[in-house]
Structures are given as structure tokens and as C-alpha cells.
């Protein structure tokens, strides 16, 4: 197979110095999983987990920054760390330290405003933005790094423009054609068209609902929280076999906020994705939200067929799932639930899913 690691290689490249990065831990083992998430969650703020194993006496990466805030966690020897002033305070995503990379060289020359030894046990909290490099003594070398990637006010600024482009589409002054045999090469040919586009753009930023450009900044950020996988297969038959005694667990790391109804409508907010639901619904859909597992007979206001049918449909939506429809055994698909009373039953998947998405950057090297 084309992606699988080559051990002997691992090995030689550990032996000549090199670090051994295991990303994406926050996606593949229980207690990180569920320690990232819990963070996530206290935070406000998307969060990832990386492994970083230094042979003795080695260097994992040269001095350099990160766009996101890091936590590191010492878990095994020991590892000399060296912290420098930023050359960028608070750098976004698109500002990444290889783009400043003789200011950053230039600054790991300067004195240090850290220069320590983490053992294990110890932590060490680095701002984006701080130079840090650090190097493994006597002994193998491994650490956490727990990961935040900040939402800031930038990703409001990119929401809001976000906003504008969609809205300004309407002005037809801002679609017309600019002037036939136009030089695009003078800039002064242009001067008018752009002073108009730039006034029509200031009054659509005035238009600007702040409501929905913090709609579309909680949309973006949960998209990053990527909720545990569901089993398909075994998910919709389950959906399609649904009792009143079936019991309904809302899907977990699934970031999800009832909003207010507007006339017979209201909206169930999953992730990335929005949920239109009748009005009458609202009391089973908060009742679930609130205690995150429920029977459908005990989902209230709504008459049996009724929560029925809503039941089958939070499923289908993967907003829930039927708690012990089963996963799927060696790629064989698990059988659909027999009637009768259910369980809260099998335990989650550990990590995955496909209603979210997180850009895993590399961390903090060592």
C-alpha cells in the first residue's frame, strides 16, 4: 500500500537525528480525544494534538513561531527549550514564520525570554507568535503539543467581506462592464471605476448585519470540530426499524445551539450545517440537546407518529444516532436493532467524521 510507513526508514531517520511527528492524536486516541474536545469546548477555540519523540542529543526544527497558541507537555526525558520575543505579534494562518525567515534568525541570536529545561510532568505555554526551538539531552525526548487555533478578529473581518461579496452581487452599478478598449495597464483608466467600487462597497459594510457575520464566524470555527463518525449502514437501518423504545443519543463532539423560531420554522444548528425543523418540534429537539439521550417515546409535544418521524429524521441527518444499532465488525455491516427496549449500548468510534474540518498544522516542532 502506497501510504504505509516504511519501518526500516522510521528507524534509520530516527537514528541519524531526526524527530518522529504523530499528528492528528486528537482524533485517534480516547483520552485525547475526549481531553481535546472538553478543552475545545471550555476554550471556544478549536483545539489539535500532536507527538513529537527527539532522539538524545538532537534538534527537532530550527527556531520558528506558530500561527496558533501551544501547550506543551513533557512526558518523557528531557528537553532544553529556548523562547525569543515575536518578530510578528499574533500571526494569522496566512503569516506563517517561513515567510519571515531571516527575522527569525536574526531574533534566536537575541537573548532568550525562556531558556529552561522541561522534564516530565512539566508544561510549557507558548503564544503564537513566540520563537521557540528546543533540544533533546541525554535521553529520548517526547511531548504533547495541544494546539488552539485562536478565533480572531480576523475571522470576523473574512466573514464580514464574506458577506458583503454575496450581498454586492445584487448591485447592479458593480456588475456593469468596465469600458470597451479600456487599458487595464493605466491605472488611471480606472481610477473612476474603482473610486465607485470602493464607495459602493462602504455602503454595503454599513448594510452589514453584525448577526450574521457572528453566525458565519460560529459557522467556520465549528466546522474545524470534526463530531465522531457514524456508521452508515448500520445507522440507516436502524432509522428505518425505529420504535418508540429505540433510544436516540445526540452525536458526540457534534457542536449543535437551537435558534429562535421564526414563524412555523426553527433551526437546529449542527457543525457546519443548518437544520430547518417545524416550529412544533422545538421542545423534543431541546429536550435532546439538553440531556443528549432520549427514548423517542419520551421526546415531548409531539404525538407518536409525529416523534417517529422526527427520530428517523435527526438520524438520517446524523444530528443523532440510534444508540445501539452497532457498528460495522470487519467491513461486515451490523444488523438492524430487534423491537423491543434499548440500551444506551456500544461505546463511540474514537475520532473522524465528516461534518467537519480541522487544517492541521505541524504544531510546535523540537
Do not use: C
Amino acid at each position: 500500500m502506497a501510504d504505509q510507513v516504511s519501518s526500516d526508514a522510521v528507524l534509520r531517520l530516527f537514528a541519524d537525528g531526526s524527530t518522529v511527528v504523530l499528528q492528528g492524536l486528537h482524533r485517534l486516541w480516547p483520552p485525547l480525544i475526549e481531553f481535546a474536545d472538553q478543552l475545545a469546548a471550555d476554550l471556544g477555540h478549536p483545539t489539535q494534538v500532536n507527538a513529537y519523540v527527539t532522539p538524545p542529543s538532537s534538534r527537532g526544527f530550527s527556531p520558528h513561531y506558530d500561527v496558533h497558541d501551544v501547550f506543551v507537555l513533557q512526558v518523557a526525558g528531557e528537553k532544553h527549550w529556548t523562547i525569543h520575543e515575536p518578530v510578528l505579534p499574533e500571526p494569522l494562518r496566512t503569516q506563517p514564520w517561513n515567510d519571515r525567515a531571516a527575522e527569525v534568525a536574526a531574533a534566536a541570536q537575541r537573548e532568550p525570554v525562556i531558556d529552561a529545561v522541561l522534564r516530565p510532568g512539566d508544561a510549557l505555554y507558548l503564544p503564537r507568535g513566540y520563537l521557540h526551538s528546543a533540544v533533546a539531552l541525554g535521553q529520548t525526548s517526547a511531548h504533547l503539543t495541544i494546539g488552539v487555533h485562536s478565533v480572531t478578529r480576523w475571522t470576523a473581518v473574512e466573514s464580514a467581506l464574506d458577506l458583503v461579496r454575496t450581498l454586492a452581487a445584487d448591485d447592479r452599478e458593480l456588475r456593469r462592464s468596465l469600458p470597451l478598449g479600456v487599458d487595464l495597464a493605466d491605472p488611471d483608466a480606472l481610477r473612476d471605476d474603482v473610486a465607485t467600487v470602493v464607495g459602493a462597497l462602504r455602503e454595503w459594510l454599513d448594510r452589514v448585519d453584525p448577526a450574521q457575520v457572528a453566525d458565519r464566524v460560529r459557522s467556520r470555527t465549528w466546522a474545524q470540530v470534526r463530531p465522531e463518525p457514524v456508521a452508515p449502514l448500520a445507522q440507516a437501518t436502524a432509522a428505518a426499524a425505529l420504535t418508540p423504545d429505540s433510544v436516540l443519543r445526540l452525536r458526540r463532539r457534534l457542536r449543535t445551539s437551537l435558534a429562535e423560531a421564526h414563524g412555523e420554522r426553527v433551526t437546529l444548528l449542527g457543525g457546519r450545517r443548518s437544520h430547518e425543523f417545524p416550529a412544533a418540534t422545538r421542545p423534543a429537539l431541546q429536550a435532546l440537546l439538553e440531556t443528549g439521550e432520549l427514548e423517542v417515546a419520551d421526546l415531548p409535544g409531539l404525538d407518536p407518529a409525529d416523534r417517529l418521524t422526527l427520530a428517523r429524521r435527526l438520524v438520517t441527518e446524523s444530528i443523532a444516532v440510534v444508540a445501539d444499532a452497532g457498528h460495522p465488525v470487519d467491513g461486515v455491516p451490523a444488523t438492524a436493532p430487534e423491537p423491543g427496549p434499548h440500551g444506551p449500548g456500544a461505546p463511540a468510534p474514537d475520532a473522524g467524521g465528516d461534518d467537519g474540518e480541522r487544517a492541521d498544522g505541524l504544531g510546535t516542532g523540537s
